[in-house]
């Protein structure tokens, strides 16, 4: 963009049109990891909570969109984005000791402003979801939700992603150690917590940022199979996998999880009822 009044214009009108087209299953995310090579300084950390306000003036029928921004791995929130968010965003990039990933949601927690709201990992390429301490079971032991990136290796191709279990082989013949398995038998850690933590009667719904790696025929192929053979293996139907469209924040899904929710607490059943009623776009 030429200008910060270019810029601005973006900000506009993009939000105007989501709001002028209804949706309610949408949160904004100013600029992806705002710390990192902008040239407008209203796009920098220093600044980006302007933006972050604007987007929160922007009404349509008394209904804005929830906004916020993002930092690069590591970073914590500064007191100024941390005061304006409705929502704040971490990325585990980068970060490979689990204590740290706890330690960044305390931290986060503390800055100067901050008031309780959804803290969520947007990013964090780090797996070892077979062993007892990941950053995972961290982000989620300290309240934080946490997005898995399944983002492209070194020597991967856009049809390509990692098996989950050490020493099975892949629809594209890579077979990798245990240490980089995503997903270990029976959904290892996701199923203690599902144990624990959730009635029984309850499904887990895992929601999986979809980085263009299970489009391939081959790789839809095989996922189906291995999701059908957990499932007999473990006597488990209910883990869901849902993969959120390309290049799509997986946050879309949560954001409208989050809406239906906030709708019955806030509102009442009875509204609730109501306004499903009505119909809302898809």
């Not at 921004?69 to 005061?83: D, F, K």
């Not at 990013?123 to 079971?137: A, W």
């Not at 990136?149 to 020493?167: I, L, N, Q």
């Not at 959730?198 to 839809?220: Q, R, V």
Request: proline share 8%; charged share 25%.
């Amino acid at each position: 963009l030429r200008d910060e009044a270019a810029v601005r214009r973006a900000t506009d009108n993009a939000t105007r049109w989501l709001l002028d087209h209804g949706w309610r299953n949408v949160i904004i995310e100013v600029n992806n990891e705002c710390n990192v090579r902008y040239d407008h300084a209203i796009l920098r950390p220093e600044r980006v909570h302007e933006l972050i306000e604007h987007v929160k003036a922007m009404k349509t029928g008394g209904r804005r969109l929830l906004a916020g921004t993002s930092y690069g791995g590591g970073t914590i929130p500064s007191e100024n984005v941390v005061r304006a968010s409705d929502f704040l965003l971490l990325h585990g990039n980068g970060v490979s000791n689990p204590d740290r990933i706890a330690e960044m949601v305390r931290q986060t927690c503390a800055v100067p402003g901050y008031t309780p709201k959804p803290t969520l990992f947007k990013e964090d390429d780090h797996f070892e979801f077979d062993q007892p301490k990941n950053n995972f079971i961290a982000a989620v032991g300290e309240r934080a939700s946490w997005g898995y990136f399944d983002f492209r290796m070194k020597g991967e191709g856009f049809d390509e992603s990692y098996p989950p279990t050490d020493g099975e082989e892949a629809p594209h013949g890579h077979v990798i150690p245990k240490s980089h398995a995503p997903l270990p038998p029976c959904f290892g850690p996701f199923h203690p917590l599902a144990d624990t933590e959730n009635s029984p009667e309850l499904n887990l719904h895992l929601i999986i940022d979809n980085y263009g790696i299970h489009k391939a025929p081959k790789m839809k192929s095989w996922l189906q199979s291995q999701n059908a053979r957990r499932q007999k293996q473990c006597r488990d139907d209910r883990t869901v996998l849902h993969f959120t469209p390309t290049s799509s924040s997986w946050m879309n899904l949560v954001g409208r999880f989050i809406w239906d929710s906030s709708e019955d607490a806030l509102r009442g059943p009875q509204a609730l009822l109501a306004s499903r009623a009505t119909k809302l776009p898809p």
